[in-house]
């Protein structure tokens, strides 16, 4: 009996690894061409969307993914490659607004506040990218986030039959983004079971909501 229950939990583990590698290599292959890191090569999409997180790191400091986003998306905006930012992220309490702080600090950064529209809905990735669509009306966008969350969020966009391409913000040191690797490795699983297998529907969606693109 134990043996058998040995060679049960065995192949559990390796089924487990096996997709856990599968989907990984399957949503980067897939992406990879949709990724950009040249500004200069970056495609004519007027619309992006920047993907939320928290702007201080666990221990109180500034989070460097915050900040390379917000840097990524100003400069983009200066040379003139995009007109208008959906800024989606998490609103859970009166003091953990994500869409608010990146709008405070692109506002600083010389983005005016009418070329920004805030997502205070976008809990998970799945529903940043989908509201952008089925709430703000954008089916061509550029996604602005760190490079290893830009194929999840491009394989999304793909399966909504959003044309999006994505423009890697710089990545943190390794001792920073290591843990944001893990999990970001189980993220990608959980992605492409949310699509195919479970049906997996954004939290919140509700009433369309116009962008006004001042070209």
Not at 36 to 53: E, F, I, N
Not at 103 to 112: D, E, R, T
Request: with cysteine.
């Amino acid at each position: 009996m134990m043996r058998w229950l040995k060679r049960i939990l065995l192949s559990l583990v390796i089924l487990a690894v096996v997709l856990l590698v599968a989907c990984n290599v399957w949503i980067v292959r897939s992406t990879e061409s949709k990724v950009y890191s040249d500004q200069s090569k970056l495609p004519d999409h007027r619309v992006a969307l920047v993907l939320g997180t928290s702007h201080r790191s666990v221990g109180g400091g500034p989070n460097p993914f915050f900040e390379y986003r917000i840097k990524t998306a100003a400069e983009l905006y200066k040379l003139g490659k995009i007109d208008h930012f959906i800024l989606s992220g998490d609103n859970r309490t009166v003091f953990y607004n994500e869409p608010n702080e990146m709008k405070k600090a692109l506002i600083k950064a010389g983005v005016p506040a009418t070329a920004i529209t805030l997502d205070f809905a976008g809990l998970r990735t799945l529903d940043s990218v989908v509201r952008s669509k089925e709430i703000f009306g954008q089916s061509k966008i550029t996604i602005i986030t760190q490079s290893f969350h830009s194929y999840r969020a491009l394989f999304i966009s793909e399966y909504y039959d959003i044309d999006a391409v994505a423009m890697v913000a710089e990545d943190p040191e390794l001792d920073r983004t290591f843990k944001v690797l893990l999990r970001e490795y189980l993220a990608r699983t959980r992605a492409v079971l949310d699509l195919y297998l479970f049906k997996t529907a954004p939290k919140h969606l509700g009433e369309k909501e116009k962008i006004n693109i001042a070209v």
